[in-house]
């Protein structure tokens, strides 16, 4: 990407179905975005007719976090490959705990 990705970008795989939207990225980016080992690319310059493929990599509804956790996406569409930035993965953000309820 020529850009770094702000909160709100779409982004797609090259290489497979998954989609998924910036929520956070910190201010001069250095990373890559990638997904599978390919760099995502904005949603409207994806390549059209990709194959659809199992979705054992990314899982649709989820947040990914970097391990800093300055960069969150949020998954719209699952597909193949590992979500990474910077060369290291991406980890599922967990849920916050609800306060107990007497």
């Known amino acids: 990407m020529a850009l770094p ?4 970008d779409q982004l797609a795989s090259a290489t497979s179905s998954t989609r998924v939207i910036v929520i956070r990225a910190p201010a001069g980016m250095a990373g890559r975005i990638e997904c599978g080992g390919t760099p ?3 949603a409207r310059d994806a390549p059209a007719g990709r194959p659809d493929d199992e979705p054992s990599g ?4 989820k947040r990914y976090v970097d391990a800093a956790d300055t960069l969150e ?3 719209t569409a699952s597909g193949a490959g ?3 930035y910077g060369g290291q ?10 306060p107990a309820s007497d």
Request: aromatic share 0%.
């Open 73 to 75: 996406l949020l998954c």
């Open 89 to 98: 993965p991406l980890q599922i953000k967990a849920p916050k705990a609800l």
């Open 5 to 8: 990705p702000r909160p709100g």
């Open 40 to 42: 995502m690319v904005p």
């Open 82 to 84: 590992l979500l990474t």
């Open 58 to 61: 990314t899982l649709i509804g």
